[in-house]
């Protein structure tokens, strides 16, 4: 199975800050890597799919970038509904795999 | 607006089983993969497995840590799917979340996703 790693497992930011998640791949995934945003009891949501694209409806301060074994989530200026928990998942593959997560708290 | 519903979690005694069933409204399953996920605070997210459509001979696929155990099939006459669990143990609790997955053809490659998510359903696996 292809492990996913994503650093931070945690972070603090204030709203405005930008913010930069990373999610490294034990193998190349090519452009198969997607991202997801998801709050407290809620149901994971996608924000990013093919490594750069972006889902209708969602921001356009989420950006994704990368290809290969390594890629970014960026949010260009952090607002408050934005704390929450976010997860790579590879698409390379089956089964599919998800990063650990990693979880934006308010400075 | 697609929403997908999960019902059948509950409390269960090692050992037994469960199913569990994904009524989806707002578009056909006909068409659609559907995929089962699982979620722990100690593991995160983990992909249980998908049944495609009766077009791709309603094939299923699993993780290995469930295969043989999990059975996942789909009723499109009813717009449903749904989750066997058997032999279940206490690493079994987790809400499980049901969910298709969606696609994006671009060049000379099919890109999937999962999406859009049940809410989520609660199975606690304990004695």
């Known amino acids: 199975d292809i492990k996913m790693t994503q650093s931070p497992p945690s972070l603090s930011a204030s709203v405005g800050d930008r913010v930069t998640i990373t999610c490294r791949a034990s193998q190349s995934l090519a452009r198969f890597l997607n991202w997801y945003q998801q709050k407290p009891g809620k149901a994971p949501e996608l924000l990013i799919y093919?490594?750069?694209r972006l889902q209708s409806g969602v921001p356009s301060r989420f950006s994704g970038s990368g290809s290969g074994t390594d890629f970014t989530l960026s949010i260009s200026s952090l607002q408050p509904e934005d704390f929450a928990t976010y997860y790579c998942q590879q698409s390379y593959s089956s089964p599919w795999t998800f990063g650990q997560g990693t979880k934006v708290e308010i400075k | 607006e697609a929403q997908l519903v999960e019902s059948g979690g509950g409390l269960v005694k090692p050992g037994g089983s469960l199913r569990l069933a994904c009524e989806v409204s707002?578009?056909?399953?006909?068409?659609?993969?559907m995929s089962w996920v699982r979620q722990t605070p100690g593991k995160g997210l983990e992909w249980i497995g998908r049944?495609?459509?009766?077009?791709?001979?309603?094939?299923?696929e699993y993780a290995s840590p469930v295969q043989g155990r999990f059975t996942i099939s789909r009723d499109d006459s009813k717009n449903t799917f749904f989750l066997q669990i058997n032999r279940l143990t206490t690493d079994d609790t987790a809400v499980y979340f049901c969910?298709?997955?969606?696609?994006?053809?671009?060049?000379?490659?099919?890109?999937?996703?999962?999406?859009?998510w049940g809410q989520g359903t609660l199975v606690t696996v304990s004695s």
């Open positions: 969910v298709t997955e969606r696609s994006w053809y671009d060049v000379d490659s099919w890109y999937l996703w999962l999406g859009p």
């Open positions: 049944v495609k459509t009766k077009a791709d001979g309603e094939t299923t």
């Open positions: 093919a490594a750069s």
């Open positions: 707002g578009f056909s399953i006909s068409i659609a993969w």
